[in-house]
């Protein structure tokens, strides 16, 4: 049964990635500029643009240039960046971590925040918290997070120099620490450098906390419908009438099976993540791969953006993934 579910959503996911592959490609040669004309400058004369155009093999045929495209990417090549003059895939190296990173304390922090929030909503509903979080949810929701970091940075920097200058994820003069991981925490701990692990999380708080009021609202309202369902259910009732604890009813029965449902929120808001963090790295200057694609895509630098999409796409078929082999475990009505 199992076997029959992988082979199911590995075809699904093949079926999607391609799709999007294809979408990538035709909606990238749409975006105005000419990689050849920025490379050899917009004076120069149309032998040198024509040679340069050549050269990167964007005098082929629209559907030949697709072929290669998608030859390229099973050989494991993304293309190369005229912008940097690097391999695609080794700019990915070095700036995935740092994405990583920052998707990682935000769906981590969002997550806790958002549980907590929740639950103290819906076991005192019509509370104070209760009528924060829906204030809250109204309000997050709404605001744009560009502005969002923008006055993040006006106030907490500017304003009342609580955070660190927007220059990235360490200052312009800090040493980064030895690529173990890429992941400047986790490297800072394993180096045992604890003032650099201080200097990384500081600057750390103020990107995530500008992901957090993007992702905590949705997590904190799933986690309030999904209780209060939960709770109004017939075994819930029936724990009662047994007389088990009201804490061993809300924290062991109520809260696991209320869960469920939030995983699959947290896979979908994923997607919303990587919107998010592209317009936070840019603020930040955080070298990720958001920053990246932003910076080629000025330059009509196609290669990083369709690398940076694929990288997207298949993080988000991965999540989704994941998220479904979980549900396959969780609810026997799937096994079914």
Known sequence: MLLTFLIKRFLGMLI?????????FFLTQVIPGDAAIMKVGQFADPTAIANMRKLMGLDEPLH???????????????????KTGNEVVEDLKIR???????????????????LVWGVVSAFRKGGVADIAAQIFGIVGGAIPIFWLALMGVYVFYFLLHI????????????????PITGFY??????????????KSLHYLILPVLCLDILLIPPIS??????????????????????????????YRYALRNALIPVITLCGQLFAHLIGGIVLVEVVFAWN?????????LQVADLAPVRAFILVVIVCSLLVNFIIDLIYFYLDPRIKG
């Open 16 to 24: 999607t990635l391609i799709g999007a592959l294809t979408l990538t």
């Open 221 to 250: 309202r799933m986690v309030y419908t999904s209780v209060l369902n939960v709770l109004s259910s017939n075994y819930i009732r029936t724990a009662k009438a047994y007389g088990l604890s009201e804490r061993l009813i809300r």
């Open 288 to 296: 990720g791969i958001g920053r990246y694609a932003v910076n080629s």
């Open 96 to 114: 995935l971590p740092a994405t990583l990173e920052l998707v990682f304390w935000a769906m981590l922090s969002s997550f806790f925040l958002g």
């Open 64 to 82: 030949r240039q697709y072929l290669i495209y998608l030859k390229n990417i099973l050989r494991g090549e993304l293309g190369h960046s005229w």
């Open 163 to 178: 955070t660190p200058a927007p220059t990235g994820r360490l200052g312009i003069l800090d040493e980064p620490p030895s």
């Open 185 to 198: 925490v986790l490297d800072s701990l394993l180096e045992g450098d604890f003032d650099l692990l201080l």
